[in-house]
């Protein structure tokens, strides 16, 4: 258990699956409560068995007013992981407006909403806390038929800066992560193309993507 963890409450989006349920996993066995967003409740069952204690909340992120009823009384968070993302891939040309108001909705609005909620609680408090905002590689490369997607990551980062910058002063600490391809289910569906995979290989000194949970090797 780790002892800056134990007790503390966190609160997860995009827990169902991949990076938000190994982030999960990892914040129980550390000790802490975990509060897990997702939109589906099948994912969300199987978690509560797998990590009991996990506090489920079902949610679509991508609305707004849904989203404030489910946590506009989640209560204290300490740790606050905005990891809930879409990844619609279509050529620039094909770009349709759904797909571009579904993935800021989610990619975008839901971090600024859900921060908002975290936030405000931490102030209230007068308590110190941390943001933590998963990103990804694509914020910094163009990748084939990924215009929104990129564009909605790209976003993110200023975000993470502009929240760091005016959260900071009230104790709270906001970063980004920016992994490359994971083999989850959103990445295994958008990188199983050989032909495709091998351009973002060809730059991974390792030549594989990485997996959801990967134990420490040492040297």
């Known amino acids: 258990m780790e002892p800056g963890l ?3 409450r966190a609160l997860v989006t995009g827990a169902g699956k991949g990076i938000g349920r190994s982030t ?3 914040l129980h066995k550390a000790g802490a409560q975990v509060v897990a967003v997702s939109r ?3 994912d969300l069952d199987s978690l509560a068995l797998e990590c009991p204690g996990v506090e489920p909340v079902c949610v679509d992120l991508g609305d707004w007013e849904a989203t404030e009823r489910a946590l506009g009384d989640v209560g204290p968070v300490d740790l ?3 990891n809930a993302a879409v990844a619609l891939l279509q050529p620039f040309l094909d770009v349709t407006k759904e797909a571009f108001d579904t993935s800021f909705d989610v990619n975008l609005r839901a971090v600024i909403q859900v921060s908002q909620i975290v936030a405000r609680g931490l102030i209230a408090r007068g308590a110190p806390g941390a943001i933590v905002n998963v ?3 694509a914020s910094q490369r163009a990748l084939a038929c990924h215009s929104v997607y990129c564009s909605t990551k790209g976003a993110l980062d200023m975000l993470t800066k502009v929240m760091a910058l005016e959260l900071g002063p009230h104790k709270i600490r906001v970063n980004a992560v920016n992994p490359t ?3 989850t289910p959103m990445g295994k569906a958008n990188w199983s193309d050989p032909q495709k995979a091998k351009a973002m290989l060809d730059r991974i000194p390792l030549g594989r993507f990485a997996a959801e949970f990967e134990p420490i090797r040492r040297c």
């Open 135 to 137: 990103s990804s590689q």
């Open 80 to 82: 606050l992981v905005n």
């Open 181 to 183: 391809v994971v083999r």
């Open 24 to 26: 999960v996993r990892a």
């Open 6 to 8: 134990a007790g503390r």
């Open 40 to 42: 589906t409740r099948a």
